[in-house]
């Protein structure tokens, strides 16, 4: 059993392992868990609630989840004077499945992001948000039920891979001087500069890994979203990478969108997936004029970001917005939100965001049984208009609850 100095392995639970390239889930697996900063401590504990709840009704008493504490944050910092304790990921990486609330960054030196921190070090290079409606709740667009995609954003590379100098350092000098006189390049001196790296490897994993939940899922669509007509040898280059990763290794499943018109004449046939690709600013006015013509959506990291959050908008804003980073094996399930400081441990934020992580995290585990009645119970707690008070705002007739009560309606409309 591994020594940590400050996580408590518990009794009751086991590891999750991995056998012949898949996760073997014992039937009271060990899930780390970081409670997170801000409202983190108002959600968790609703999150926690729900889930438990769950797998105790669906499963009899039969599977039960063993939370084991482990820190990142505020609260690692009090404990271990680090924003992002060792002993915090190697956890992860031991025990594969984990859950995590929202993360304050440190102002100053150390990390750029928490987040991005623990992605890079883990090596999580699909975040992947499902966004979806839940009727009755309140949209800036007429019809929030035709979106219903999946995205899956590449999560170590492009502009989030930090590699920038600051206008008039040494550094920077250094690098703009090489550019213009090796590369023929013409940056003014008083700029900032960034590099933007986005290789085959990372864009081939990401996409294969789309391709697959699509296969696995029976999904009509993967689309490639890329600013390729600018950035050629990046963005272009990822269109082209995940376009060579569906041709070659899923050739017997896929149909690309010019296979499409030139072979069967636009009449996709059955039991296929169509590969598109859209540029990433037509795409914006996609999601919301023609939303239901896309299902799984693979992108470079910003694009991602922004794409994800606008689709987050369209039902109900990220309060609804579930999310995960994956690797190979390990998954870490967490709100997509920010700590939001000053609601913090007043009981009024919706849970939602960590709620439907959790869902995914159930699922990630095979358990979809559990992970079904969460999601029809939220639906029904939202039918009945009780709510919190982001989604109350936008609701005629709707009772406004905080945090922990909402957590307890959900639970109550368990079936």
């Not at 039937?27 to 983190?40: F, K, L, M, R």
Request: glycine content about 8%.
């Amino acid at each position: 059993m591994e020594k940590f100095k400050h996580i408590r392995i518990p009794k009751d639970g086991k590891r999750i392992t991995v056998k012949n390239k898949k996760l073997s889930v014992p039937s009271n697996p060990i899930i780390p868990v970081i409670e997170g900063d801000g409202i983190g401590r108002d959600i968790m504990k609703a999150c926690r609630r729900v889930v438990d709840a769950a797998v105790e009704k669906a499963y009899k008493g039969k599977k039960k989840i063993a939370w084991m504490d482990v820190y990142a944050g505020e609260r690692a910092y009090e404990l271990y004077r680090e924003w992002l304790p060792k002993e915090t990921t190697e956890a992860i990486k031991t025990y594969y499945v984990a859950l995590k609330g929202p993360l304050t960054t440190p102002i100053g030196g150390g990390f750029r992001s928490l987040n991005v921190s623990m992605r890079q070090i883990m090596n999580l290079y699909a975040c992947v948000r499902p966004v979806r409606y839940f009727k009755g709740v309140g949209s800036p667009v007429v019809h929030p039920e035709r979106l219903n995609v999946i995205i899956y954003r590449e999560n170590t590379e492009d502009v989030y891979a930090g590699i920038e100098w600051k206008k008039g350092t040494g550094d920077a000098k250094k690098v703009i001087g090489w550019l213009n006189k090796t590369m023929k390049t013409s940056i003014r001196a008083d700029s900032g500069v960034g590099i933007k790296p986005i290789s085959a490897t990372g864009t081939k994993r990401l996409v294969r890994k789309a391709l697959r939940y699509a296969i696995d899922h029976k999904k009509p669509s993967v689309t490639l979203v890329h600013k390729g007509n600018i950035m050629k040898y990046t963005e272009g280059a990822f269109r082209d990478w995940g376009y060579e990763v569906a041709t070659t290794e899923f050739r017997s499943k896929i149909v690309t969108e010019q296979e499409l018109w030139d072979k069967y004449k636009g009449k996709m046939p059955k039991g296929k997936v169509l590969v598109q690709d859209r540029i990433a600013d037509s795409m914006f006015q996609q999601v919301l004029t023609r939303s239901a013509e896309y299902s799984v959506i693979a992108t470079p990291n910003l694009n991602g970001d922004y794409l994800s959050d606008a689709c987050a908008a369209q039902v109900g804003g990220l309060g609804m917005a579930p999310g995960a980073n994956i690797g190979d094996y390990i998954g870490l399930f967490e709100a997509t939100h920010g700590t939001a400081p000053k609601y913090a441990d007043k009981d009024v934020i919706n849970p939602g965001s960590l709620i439907l992580s959790a869902v995914m995290m159930l699922d990630y585990l095979d358990w979809d049984k559990a992970a079904r009645m969460i999601e029809k119970a939220i639906e029904k707690t939202i039918e009945k208009k009780t709510v919190t008070y982001d989604l109350h705002r936008q609701m005629k007739g709707a009772r406004k609850v905080g945090t922990s009560e909402y957590a307890t309606q959900i639970i109550k409309n368990m079936r």
